[in-house]
């Protein structure tokens, strides 16, 4: 709760904890496994700290779940939440597609979960593709880095700049810091090409790597100030 509420990292806190730093209900605490509850007072010194908890999640979605907290038809990332970390009403930060497989951050910070999403604050999503029809080549690098425009469902759109990085005739990585609907497939049909397999491996400094398919896991502290710091979000 310590840690959650910015007093430091959970060993800072600890440390903080065992020296006598804090009472719970006018009590010192010393032990810090002590758990508190959401009627507990907190306080350091004459400071009440509030027990309202951030949390921040990242999971491997796979294929073949909505990004959704709730469906009644289709499997959906809810699913693979255990009740207790449901319960603190975390969501997703923006939506990958049914078949869109990879990194999904989960949470209750209404700030940070804005903020990722808002095209304001350039965020950059790595993804993984793997397309059909013709390799691309250093043309389609140079335009999507000036910032193509879209003209399909809704009408007239134009992207930001766009890093493309070619890896084989049939694979590629596309950095966009936008999250217009079904952006990635929308930009390789403009070329004529299919998306065939797409995963999002990286959201700002936070990757996919490590972590296992559907298993929700607990950002690091690091992680969490490192994004923070890069959305401008004081810790
Ligand atoms: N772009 C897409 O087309 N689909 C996704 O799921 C994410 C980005």
Redesign the pocket.
Same mark, same amino acid.
């Given at each position: 709760m310590l840690a959650n509420s910015g007093y430091g990292t959970r060993s800072e806190v600890r440390k903080m904890i065992s020296r006598g730093l804090f009472c719970v209900n006018g009590t010192v605490v010393k032990d810090p496994s002590f758990a508190v509850n959401e009627n507990d007072i907190v306080t350091a010194g004459d400071k009440e700290i509030s027990s309202k908890t951030n949390l921040y999640y990242k999971l491997d979605k796979p294929d073949c779940y909505l990004t959704a907290m709730e469906d009644k038809r289709l499997p959906a990332i809810a699913d693979l939440i255990p009740s207790n970390i449901r319960t603190k009403k975390i969501s997703p930060v923006g !939506? %990958?597609?049914y078949h869109?497989t990879g990194l999904l951050i989960l949470t209750n910070d209404g700030e940070l979960s804005h903020r990722l999403t808002s095209p304001r604050y350039e965020v950059p999503k790595t993804?993984l593709i793997g397309y059909s029809g013709d390799a691309l080549g250093q043309e389609h690098v140079r335009m999507f880095s000036e910032g193509i425009v879209l003209e399909d469902t809704d009408g007239k759109i134009s992207l930001k700049p766009a890093s493309l990085r070619l890896i084989d005739d049939s694979t590629c990585e596309l950095t966009i810091t936008e999250?217009k609907t079904?952006? $990635?497939? !929308?930009m390789l049909a403009k070329f004529g090409r299919s $998306?065939i397999t %797409?995963r !999002?491996i990286r959201i700002g400094n936070i990757t996919v790597d490590g972590l296992r398919e559907g298993v929700p896991e607990e950002m690091t502290d690091e992680e969490i100030t490192e994004l923070k710091k890069a959305l401008g979000i004081s810790t």
């Open positions: !939506r %990958l597609d869109t993804y999250g079904h952006q $990635v497939r !929308r $998306v %797409l !999002r």
